[in-house]
C-alpha cells in the first residue's frame, strides 16, 4: 500500500545549493537554495523568491555562482538559508565565508566551498521565482580532486536536503556504474 501526500516539493536526492552575488556596495552575500538543479548542457535553473537580497543582487550585477554545500561546512550553509543579507550586512563573514572574485562572471566564490559553478544570468522571471543561468564554467579547489585530476565525491563530501525530515545528509557511496550497469538487461 501506498501513502498519498499530496502536492509537495518534495524529491530525493533534492542539493543544497549555496547561491552567492555581490551586492551594490560590492559585499558579497549569500542563501541556500534547495529548489533548483541541471537543466541544459551549460544551463542550471533555480527556483528563488524575488524577496531575497541575493535574488536582487544577481538581478543587479546579471551573475552568480553556485556552490556545492558540504558536510565540513553545514551550520555556515544553514545559516545563509535562515537570515537575509538585509538584515544582517555582514551575513556572509559571519556564516565565516571568504569571498574569492570569480575570473568569470562578476560574482564571489566561497573559498571555503571548493565546487562552485560560475553562471552568468539569463533570465528571470519574478512571477514563478524561476532563474536561469548559463554555467560559463566550473571550479573545483585541488584538495578535491582525485589522482587523476577529476572532482572526487569522497573529498567533496556534499550534503542534500531532505525535505520531509528537514535534515541534511552527506552523499554516500557508489553503488554502480552509469551508462554501463543497465546494459546487462539489454
Ligand atoms: C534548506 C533550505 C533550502 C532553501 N531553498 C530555497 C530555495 O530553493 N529558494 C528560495 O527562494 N529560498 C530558499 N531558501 C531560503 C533562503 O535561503 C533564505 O530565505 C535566505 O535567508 C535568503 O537570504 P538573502 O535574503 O540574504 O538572499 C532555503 C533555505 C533553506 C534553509
Known sequence: ?????????????????ILAAYGADGTPNAMNAAWGGISGNAQITMCISAGHKTTADI???KAFTVSMADADHVAACDYVGVVSGA???????KAGFHAIRSEFVDAPLIEELPMALECRLVRYDAGNGCLIGEIVNVSADERILDAN??????????????PCQSTYR??????GHAFRDGLSLK
Open 87 to 93: 538584515d544582517a550586512p555582514d551575513k556572509f563573514a
Open 149 to 162: 585530476g577529476k572532482i572526487d565525491p569522497d573529498k567533496l563530501r556534499p550534503i542534500t536536503f531532505d
Open 59 to 61: 538581478l543587479a550585477r
Open 1 to 17: 500500500m501506498r501513502t498519498n501526500f499530496g502536492a509537495k516539493p518534495w524529491s530525493y536526492p533534492q542539493p543544497v545549493f
Open 170 to 175: 552527506v552523499l554516500g557511496g557508489v553503488v
